[in-house]
């Protein structure tokens, strides 16, 4: 009787060497690393807008004058704010880099702002009243909010505009559509 034969051709296979590697071209790997830069750059853009527009969150008292004549109050969240126990939607549109928060908000000193900004896009008709019977921007719907959040304060621009606004000082010192700035306080 003979021995019963098994064949394993894999196991015979284990023994031999495996092929060399050989590497990609240069040309199929920069595709994956330009395709994974752009991925890190736009969660790190995702992450500085959200963390912006998380600080100006919450409920903020009227600091100045015309805050305090026309909007009184105000509170603002995710996707709304409050003027005056009244909610509009608001969407976020980006966040403003420093030589933008400059101009807007501190033309007059020589170093950028140190807080953060951000646009939102939100409609409140002319129509609307707030205290004292005032609207935001006169006879125009307001298009446009920036919040500045530096520490507890809060400043707020409105624009009456349908195209976002341009932040440069120029534009912002020729602007017919900026209908006013506020202050606010927690």
Known sequence: MQPHRI????????????PPHEPRPASKIEPNMK????????SLFLF??????????????AASSTARTITGDI???TEKMSINFISFPISQARALDPAETHA?????????????AT???????AERKFLNRNSLCGSDDTQ???????GRSLQLAFFSSQKPPVF??????????????FAYIR
């Open 7 to 18: 064949n394993r051709p894999f196991a015979q296979s284990a023994n031999l060497p495996s």
């Open 35 to 42: 395709h994974l830069q752009n991925i890190v750059a736009a």
């Open 48 to 61: 500085c807008l959200t963390a912006a527009a998380q600080q100006a969150r919450g409920n903020w008292r």
């Open 75 to 77: 509170t603002i969240a």
């Open 104 to 116: 807007l908000f501190d033309p007059d000193s020589t170093t950028p702002a140190p807080g953060t």
């Open 119 to 125: 646009l939102y896009h939100l409609n409140i008709p």
């Open 144 to 150: 446009w909010m920036v919040t500045y959040v530096t």
């Open 168 to 181: 440069t000082l120029e534009a912002i010192s020729n602007s017919t559509d900026l209908c006013g700035t």
